[in-house]
């Protein structure tokens, strides 16, 4: 039995006219008499008895309406508790990130309990090969991506918590080491360590360019599953990398520099989850997310 026609039956049983009815449950008062149809179809007796001036239960209505409230009042508060729980953001909010805790990560997280003392955040490392798979598993909650992520079914995605540029990590005894900045055009004389599958084409891309912006092609140094094997790679000479200004702040050390590119599109980060699976929690940690990014934006503006 449709719980909407139950609904309508007893808020009509209350109201006793089909306007106020429709009003309360967000109908049109055709609908709430086409429901109130339906169900007297099924239960094969009048319910109600309808004049121009008048709506009232018949017998059958009455019995049936003190037969049918106890069970009604319980699901029907079996519902609203349930809702209720859907709209609270407490337990354990499991976050993936790609490595490296840069203030866009480990900011959003203190923001998010700040707001929600209820619930604890629990960061989940994520391989820079897979970015996406622990998501589809139901492995993590949400995760910090690089945006966009419109060629990825099933995943939505919150606003840009930050656009930086890139930088090409390189050994320390690289030629190029000591430049101030290299344009994107002259990674085609830099071999890129690019990352493995199963990370989606777009991704890899996006982590290592196969071409420069005029299509000259920039050589591959093999292929890396995360951000700390391609450090090493790069520390050893075996290729340069490049990271987001973030990432190369972070790991700045004396083994590895980390020159500006010019010509490149901004690096974009933001979190991404399974549309199906969103909740409460998950949409109060976007919102505190783009809430600091806003704030950090303010302080350097």
Request: overall charge neutral; some cysteine.
């Amino acid at each position: 039995m449709d719980f909407r026609e139950l609904e309508c039956f007893v808020v009509l049983s209350e109201e006793l006219h089909f306007a106020r009815t429709a009003e309360r449950l967000y109908l049109s008062p055709g609908r709430v008499s086409q429901l109130m149809r339906s169900l007297e179809t099924r239960i094969g007796g009048r319910l109600f008895d309808r004049t121009s001036r008048r709506v009232r239960l018949t017998p059958l209505g009455e019995r049936f309406l003190a037969d049918l409230r106890p069970s009604y009042d319980g699901l029907a508060n079996a519902v609203s508790r349930a809702k209720t729980a859907a709209r609270e953001v407490t337990g354990v909010l499991r976050v993936g990130f790609l490595a490296t805790p840069t203030d866009a990560v480990t900011g959003s997280v203190r923001a998010f309990e700040s707001r929600h003392p209820g619930c604890e955040v629990e960061l989940v490392e994520i391989r820079l090969s897979d970015p996406f798979g622990k998501l589809r598993a139901g492995q993590v909650d949400l995760a910090f991506t690089l945006l966009p992520v419109d060629d990825e079914p099933g995943l939505a995605a919150g606003a840009a918590l930050n656009r930086v540029s890139y930088r090409l990590g390189l050994s320390a005894r690289h030629p190029l080491a000591a430049r101030a900045s290299i344009d994107v055009e002259e990674l085609a004389s830099v071999p890129l360590i690019g990352v493995e599958g199963p990370a989606p084409r777009w991704w890899r891309e996006r982590v290592a360019p196969s071409v420069t912006p005029s299509g000259r092609p920039i050589p591959r140094a093999g292929a890396v599953a995360t951000t700390q094997e391609g450090l090493t790679q790069v520390a050893l000479g075996r290729g340069g990398m490049l990271f987001c200004t973030p990432t190369a702040d972070h790991h700045r050390g004396p083994e590895i520099s980390f020159v500006p590119v010019t010509g490149l599109p901004p690096s974009i980060l933001g979190v991404a989850w399974v549309r199906a699976a969103e909740t409460a929690a998950v949409r109060a940690f976007d919102e505190a997310a783009a809430g600091h990014a806003l704030g950090v934006e303010a302080l350097v503006a």
